[in-house]
């Protein structure tokens, strides 16, 4: 399996545009968390899918921020307007069944918005 | 407010010596304690996991796990510099908003430089 994936693995963005990233989940796993990583603030998880559905999204920062997931192969992360404070690397992980187990994690996509 | 607390570091140590890292949090009812690895510029790797009280050996790694004191830590024995990383602790919290669901937490991590 090629593990999780995510792309872009790098976007340079102007303030206010809108920013899409993408993860595509290992194949068989049901669960699909994404955070983002500063060094201020940690690994902190934006939101987490269960079969497709949002199970806990308070972590998204505010309205700017939205996650889809249409099907169990691909998962969206979108911001607009973005801002300079949105910079951060943004990782995607799945992990197998419900249950809290090792989280595989993608490569990440580090945003820098100027 | 569920947290996950870690000293920043960085920790320093000589090649060969014990790292000990800490970690501790604040939700009495977690079950699931989990180590990662992260190296600069990478995503975060499992290393060590544990669920009862006591000690889990894996090789040069060890992780013990205090529920009591709500605390866990991961000991490196025989310290390389390839161990020179960021290591994160990670706790799956129980969140109402969830549905009850828990929710993996994570400490900011703890820098560590195994030097020559």
Redesign the interface.
């Known amino acids: 399996d090629a593990g999780v994936i995510q792309s872009p693995r790098h976007e340079v963005t102007e303030m206010g545009q809108e920013v899409t990233l993408r993860c595509k989940p290992i194949s068989g796993h049901n669960s699909l ?1 994404w ?1 983002r990583q500063t060094m201020m ?5 934006l939101i ?1 899918f ?1 079969n497709n559905v949002p ?2 999204d ?1 972590g998204m920062p505010e309205d700017r921020f939205s996650a889809k997931m249409p099907n169990a192969s691909f998962s969206t992360l979108k911001i607009q307007p973005s801002e300079p404070r949105d910079s951060a690397v943004y ?1 995607c992980a799945s992990i197998p069944g ?1 249950s ?4 595989f ?4 996509t580090r945003l820098t918005v100027l | 407010q569920k947290e996950v607390e870690q000293n920043s570091g960085p920790l320093s140590v000589p090649e060969g010596a014990i790292a000990s890292l800490n970690c501790t949090y604040s939700d009495r009812g977690s079950q699931s304690f989990f180590w990662y690895r992260q190296y600069s510029g990478k995503s975060p790797e499992l290393i060590m996991f544990i669920y009862s009280n006591g000690d889990k050996e894996d090789g040069r790694f060890t992780a013990q796990l205090n529920k009591a004191s709500q605390y866990v830590s991961l000991l490196i024995r025989d310290s390389q510099p390839s161990d020179s990383a960021t290591y994160l602790c990670a706790v799956n919290m129980r969140y109402e908003g969830s549905g009850g669901s828990y929710i993996p937490t994570f400490g900011r991590g703890t820098s560590l430089i195994v030097h020559p």
């Not at chain 1, 603030?41 to 998880?45: C, I, V």
């Not at chain 1, 994690?105 to 990440?108: A, L, S």
């Open positions: 968390f955070y603030r940690g690994l902190e998880l987490y269960n199970i806990d308070s990782f419900q809290y187990n090792e989280q994690f993608g490569p990440g």
